[in-house]
């Protein structure tokens, strides 16, 4: 299939990405989002806990923190399910099945419709804006009916420049985003 050999050929170009390129891109990335995102509005966040090479968070949170508002994070369930619940500074991380920090430690779980923002990972973005992720489907099957909200939470990809494809692939089924920011570029998908 042609996203499995898209998704293989991103995956090692990211695993020869030195540790400090990383950090220092990483940074770079979030900065641009800070200012590109209206954080302050979004009382509702939805974030990642990033995995391998994915844009680190640490700005993100700390901007976040400052106006007070609320963090999430996704939680793997049976059935390929993801639940979304509420970060403290007393929640406890633990690593799910793939390696991956959840919250293991509450219970306050919100849905997708009081969310404002959402930042989710890829491994890959097309032309159109569709995500391509590790091949799980969590995310496509969680934001599939966010299309059908009268009020949809804007949705945000971070990732860098060799991650954005000028092809197409995206299908009915997959999560399409509203910006992507890179270490280069904004784009926006709306």
Do not use: C, W
Request: hydrophobic share 35%.
């Amino acid at each position: 299939m042609v996203k499995n050999k898209i998704r293989k050929s991103l995956l090692d170009q990211g695993q020869l990405l030195s540790d400090n390129f990383l950090l220092k891109i990483s940074s770079k990335i979030q900065k641009s989002a800070v200012k590109e995102i209206d954080i302050e509005s979004s009382k509702n966040t939805l974030l990642y806990s990033p995995y391998k090479t994915e844009v680190k968070l640490n700005l993100v949170i700390n901007e976040i923190k400052s106006y007070s508002n609320n963090i999430y994070l996704p939680k793997i369930f049976p059935n390929k399910e993801l639940r979304f619940n509420l970060l403290s500074d007393k929640s406890i991380l633990v690593k799910n099945k793939y390696g991956i920090n959840e919250i293991d430690d509450n219970d306050s779980y919100i849905g997708l419709e009081r969310f404002n923002t959402v930042f989710i990972p890829f491994v890959g973005v097309d032309k159109k804006g569709f995500r391509l992720g590790y091949g799980g489907g969590y995310f496509d099957r969680a934001l599939e009916k966010v299309k059908l909200f009268a009020s949809k939470p804007l949705i945000v990809g971070m990732g860098y420049d060799y991650q954005i494809l000028d092809i197409s692939y995206g299908e009915s089924h997959d999560m399409k985003y509203d910006i992507v920011i890179t270490e280069s570029r904004i784009l926006s998908y709306k």
